[in-house]
C-alpha cells in the first residue's frame, strides 16, 4: 500500500478519550481523519459507528480505518459484516503489525476499556507503518470472502 493519507475512525460512548489520542497521533503523522465517532460518553450504538468507517474504506473514501468500543468485539463485527472489509482486533502492537503483514486488515478495532493508551497507540503506528506481504498471504486473504 502508498503510504496513508486518510483514515476513517469510529467509536461509541467507551472510546471518545482514546479515540482523541488516536486522532492526535495521526494527525501529528500527517494523516487526514475523518471522524464518525461520538464525543461524550453518552450511550450510543456502535455498528452506526462501524458502519460509517466501513463505507469511507469500501468507497476509497479513506486509506483505512479505526474502530473503537469497550470491548473492541462488537465494532469489529459490525465492521467485517462489509465485504471488502479485512478488521482485525488489536490488543498489542505485534497484532496490528501481522494483521496487515499477513492479513491485509484494512481496519483495525480497539478494546478502550481493555487497553492502556500507549499499547493502543503503539497498535495505531504499526497499523499506519506496515504493509501487506502478499505472497504467501494473498490465496489466502482471497479466501477470506470468497463473494467479492
Request: proline residues 3%; contains cysteine; aromatic residues 4%.
Amino acid at each position: 500500500m502508498n503510504r496513508i493519507l486518510t483514515i476513517s475512525i469510529g467509536n461509541d460512548h467507551a472510546g471518545p478519550e482514546l479515540k482523541k489520542k488516536v486522532v492526535e497521533l495521526l494527525e501529528n503523522e500527517g494523516i487526514k481523519v475523518i471522524n464518525h465517532g461520538c464525543d461524550s460518553s453518552d450511550s450510543v450504538d456502535y455498528p452506526d459507528f462501524a458502519h460509517a468507517v466501513a463505507r469511507d474504506v469500501e468507497s476509497g473514501v479513506a486509506d483505512r480505518g479505526i474502530v473503537i468500543c469497550g470491548s473492541g468485539n462488537g465494532i469489529n463485527m459490525a465492521v467485517n459484516k462489509h465485504g471488502a472489509i479485512r478488521s482485525a482486533l488489536c490488543w498489542k502492537a505485534e497484532i496490528a503489525s501481522l494483521a496487515v503483514q499477513h492479513n491485509d486488515a484494512n481496519v483495525i478495532a480497539l478494546p478502550a476499556r481493555f487497553i492502556e493508551e500507549a499499547e493502543a497507540l503503539a497498535c495505531v503506528k504499526a497499523f499506519i507503518t506496515e504493509t501487506f506481504e502478499g505472497g504467501r498471504h494473498q490465496n489466502r486473504v482471497n479466501k477470506i470472502n470468497p463473494c467479492c
